[in-house]
């Protein structure tokens, strides 16, 4: 372990007596802040911070995790709500993202596995795939989720409408009602892209939604688009045994992860069988009744009998009376609003995937909570995005916090790196999972975590740690020197913060 680890393992247990680590000094005192914060959010009335009166009239426009989170919220201080969605609650998250997806995905791993039981010393026969059942389970565990937005609504007292919604003045009209609104938080979401060139009516080409509706599996799945959502599909349907391609326009697919991090990712995935043309578009599309021939700009033909669009989301924004009611809406049709989720009329805020950024269901969340608060002036503040994980459910996973290197650089921060691989790590070999690395960036000035990109299997699952450590300040040394249990995959992360500073034992 050496002098330098003893001494400060030495401070942290002192430390602990007191409640207030030592070595962690001054950052460690700067990054309580937000938990002060959080702690106002949450004290309520019983703290000096009055509940707003129930005569306050919150409406939400949309229910996915930023409307559903923003309704519940807003009856929680105290206000009439009113939670109007068009369609299902839980919205792309619950319904055609997030969830169905993950179900999905752990079959695909479980198949894995089982073609794997040999190396254990279980011999299995060859596992035969009931695509059908997979696809009902899949919509049981959405049904369940969905069903437990709705009892938590009932729960809350939100009167859920289940009605297009329209904008008029100061109420929005829905199901042949007028619902008045002291404030409107706009959660009315994204849904997915089409190609203007490519005919997408065709029963061989489908978007992320109709994938999910899918009775058979196919043969040959072309994939349109090399980001997060084309890649996770197609780790899923090479695994059941289709085989994939993957068309992306940019040079990496799997825009803004560490480069040197999706370059080791590719060559994993190409071992299962993924093929990619990166830097290559599609310049026209023949079809047939059963399957399409997509022609790529260097002259690739590929042949292949479903072809899914994954090339982005749009939001769904216009036609529902926001800009008559003096909300903006950029050309990308996001509702525009200031770092305090408000719009341009101080009674509509905005929050989710419909204003832009990172579409992610938690930090839709997340705004949705932040949006309701300040719209009834209960601990008021900025939208604090400085730690927001970013997940993608492929084999292996990837998961992302902060910043890495080639965002660093564009901030100006000059960075240094630790890093493990799985190979190394017994839990992984145990698990049969030795594809992977977890890699720390921090301040090379200050030593103060700025990011991670973790690879791997529960890469999903540990990167939370490294966010808690950049919301609260820590260094890469702090990091390191907290123990972590063995044999764990997440003592990588301790690993990394090791073999940065130079001291890891096996590593350095």
Known sequence: MGLHRQAAARQLVRGLHRFAPPRAGARRQRGTGHLARR?????????????????QRVVVLGGGPAGDVAALRAAQLGAQTTLIERAELGGTCLNWGCIPTKSLLAGADLLRKIRNAADFG?????????????MQRKEENVLKMRNGVSAACKRHKVDVVRAQGIVDGDAVAAGGARYEYDHLIVCTGTEPSGLPDVDMEHPCVVTSNGILRLEKLPEHLLVIGGGVVGCEFASLFIALGARVTVVEMLPQI????????????????????????????????????RSVTAHLDDGTNIDADLM??????????????????????DERDHVVVDEMLQTANPHIWGAGDCIGGLQLAHLGSAEGGRAVENALQHTVMPMDRTVVP????????????????????????????????YLGNGKALGEGEPDGIAQLYANA?????????????????IIHE????????LTMDDLGAVIHAHPTVSE???????????VAPYLS
């Open 39 to 55: 702690g106002a959010r949450r004290c309520g009335a019983h703290c000096g911070d009055p509940r707003p009166d129930v005569s």
């Open 122 to 134: 279980i011999k299995v026969p060859e596992p035969v795939i009931d695509f059908p059942r997979m």
């Open 254 to 289: 799997l825009a803004g992860v560490d480069s040197r991090i999706v370059q080791q990712f590719r060559r994993f995935v190409e071992k299962e069988g993924i093929v990619f043309y990166a830097g290559r578009t599609l310049a026209s599309v023949d079809y047939t009744e």
């Open 308 to 329: 899914l669009i994954s090339v982005g989301r749009r939001a769904q924004t216009r036609g529902i009376g926001l800009e008559d009611a003096g909300v903006v809406v």
């Open 390 to 421: 970013s997940c993608i459910y492929t084999h292996p996973e990837i998961a992302m916090v902060g910043h890495n290197p080639e965002t660093a650089k564009q901030a100006g921060i000059d960075v240094k790196t630790g890093q493990a691989r």
């Open 445 to 461: 000035t200050t030593d103060q975590l700025v990011g991670a990109t973790v690879m791997g299997v529960h890469a999903v699952e």
């Open 466 to 473: 490294v966010g808690v450590a950049i919301s609260d300040g």
């Open 492 to 502: 990588l992360i301790m690993d990394s913060a090791e073999q940065g500073e130079g």
